[in-house]
């Protein structure tokens, strides 16, 4: 039996959250080029907490990837493989629905009534063409007999043509009220919202898509990767801002807002809407760690960390590594992090 750590919340070798061996060579080129890695490494981590039969807290990270790529750690710092959720490099419709496509980007993965959820993003890059789909399974142990992905298909598609969003990004939300929400997108007309089934996963009939944070006042409009958490009276939700992905020269980082609603309108320190370009800093570039962003949040009763991926700029053939810090709170309300959970 599998019991729930709340979470308010390719080709990779063995993480060790980006930390490279003592002595290696510092450099800004790599032998690939980041757009060349994009499936490589860590990116676009969102991960869980959970109990395993022995009453040892496991934790596990899904990250984009052929197959899309589980990793499992019992401490925060060390990380091993943990097998994939699909066997191909994307399903058969997602692979079908938008052409070209080389693997699975941005899984979000959370844990409700006994099922993990995985939600996943296909497309290709730079494209609007994108499609959103679902997966489930009751174990994520290996050799487990309940560990059996189980695909649901597609959730939410776009196209330039039909839609002002980009479907990709996905990050589930459960409420306080027990209401499921959906949060998505990146660039174009910025993040949405839908309310979702429980009892499937997708969207409710007939449910409204929601605008729930945007950059109207930059010519790039690089705005993605939505996670929404509560945290003592309001929910938080967390995106990414600027280039993702082009290594020692990323400039990514976390920014924040704030709302009483799960939907909005969320707001930054400053009270600036975030449909209207507002945002918090939460991280940003280092000497060392370039381009850090696309963040999931891991709640246990032991306290909050942030996983998020990064380049090292003294491995940037490692590509977006994955790297995890402690989350704490300041007395105004606002999320803060602290240095990488582990240390060369």
């Not at 996943?120 to 174990?139: E, P, R």
Request: proline share 7%; net charge negative; glycine share 10%.
């Amino acid at each position: 039996m599998t019991t729930h750590v709340p979470r308010t919340c390719l080709r990779a070798p063995l993480l060790l959250l980006g930390l490279l061996a003592a002595g290696s060579p510092a450099h800004l080129t790599a032998q690939t080029s980041a757009r060349e890695g994009l499936l490589n490494g860590a990116p676009d981590p969102t991960g869980v907490a959970v109990k395993n039969d022995a009453g040892e807290t496991v934790y596990y990270v899904a990250a984009t990837g052929q197959g899309v790529q589980l990793l499992r750690s019992t401490d925060l710092a060390r990380w091993e493989p943990a097998g994939r959720v699909f066997h191909a490099p994307v399903p058969e419709w997602a692979a079908r629905a938008v052409p070209g496509t080389q693997g699975i980007w941005a899984p979000d993965l959370s844990y409700h009534d006994g099922l993990f959820y995985l939600y996943y993003s296909v497309s290709t890059f730079g494209s609007q063409h994108s499609v959103i789909g679902l997966a489930v399974n009751k174990s994520l142990e290996p050799g487990h007999p309940d560990n059996k992905w189980e695909d649901r298909g597609q959730v939410i598609s776009s196209d330039a043509a039909e839609t002002d969003f980009n479907a990709i990004d996905p990050a589930l939300l459960v409420d306080q009220q027990g209401k499921w929400w959906l949060f998505w997108g990146s660039h174009w007309a910025g993040l949405k919202a839908v309310e979702v089934d429980p009892s499937t996963g997708k969207p409710k009939d007939g449910a409204e898509v929601l605008a729930v944070a945007a950059r109207p006042d930059t010519r790039s409009h690089a705005i993605e990767a939505p996670f929404v958490i509560f945290h003592d009276g309001y929910y938080y939700q967390f995106v990414s801002w600027d280039s993702c992905c082009d290594g020692a020269k990323s400039t990514y980082k976390v920014m924040v807002g704030r709302s009483k609603q799960p939907t909005g309108p969320y707001a930054d320190a400053d009270g600036k809407p975030m449909l209207e370009g507002g945002g918090t800093l939460v991280l940003e570039n280092s000497e060392r760690w370039r381009g850090p962003g696309h963040n999931g949040v891991i709640t246990t009763d032991q306290g909050q960390w942030m996983v998020h991926h990064t380049y090292d700029v003294e491995n940037l053939d490692a590509q977006r590594i994955l790297q995890v810090r402690p989350l704490t709170w300041t007395k105004e309300g606002w999320p803060r992090v602290g240095e990488p959970v582990a240390a060369p």
